[in-house]
């Protein structure tokens, strides 16, 4: 990443930082420096979740190890990982219309974690997220196996899980992401 690509990532990301401290209570802005500045690698990511507009900000801290946790914040489900099935055995078990790529390697290969039911409900505490959209959740072993894959949204001001079929596409359903630094 060149200088000034760092210097504007960080810009975006501090002014959505200081814009929502809500999300972060009790996390400062030099804390979250620190450990982008020992963590050089995440930053990549970030600009990922930032250039397919998934907008990532700190939602919470470790107490033990001092690591910080993005989640994508944007209000829908990123506009940039929208159209993908589950993961890439649904992916080649399509035969015909198949989308460009899945979730789940779409997310490797930004080095990112599609995030869990429970992370998915911590981020509707934080606000109201997908009330047009809906996001691929991270799968239990158990339910993909059987061909399925789950997916959230948040509809009537409550939060829903569903599941549909793991190699299904929709243009309103993306996924959001987790990166711990």
Known sequence: MKATEKTALLQVLKARFERHADRHAGISWADVQARLDAHPDALKSLQQMEATGGEPDVVGRDAKTGGITFYDCAAESPAGRRSSCYDLAALESRKENK???????????????????????????????????????????????????????????????????????????????????
């Not at 799968?139 to 009537?156: I, S």
Request: aromatic share 12%; hydrophobic share 35%; proline share 4%.
């Open 99 to 181: 989308p460009q790529s899945s979730a789940v390697e779409m997310a490797a290969e930004m080095g990112i974690e599609l995030l869990t039911e429970t992370q998915y409900r911590e981020l509707q505490q934080l606000g109201e997220f997908d009330l047009k959209t809906s996001s691929w959740i991270s799968t239990p072993p158990e339910v993909r196996k059987l061909g399925g894959a789950l997916f959230c949204d948040r509809r009537y001001e409550k939060v829903f899980v569903y599941h549909n079929g793991a190699q299904s596409y929709y243009a309103g359903r993306g996924f959001r992401g987790a990166l711990r630094v």
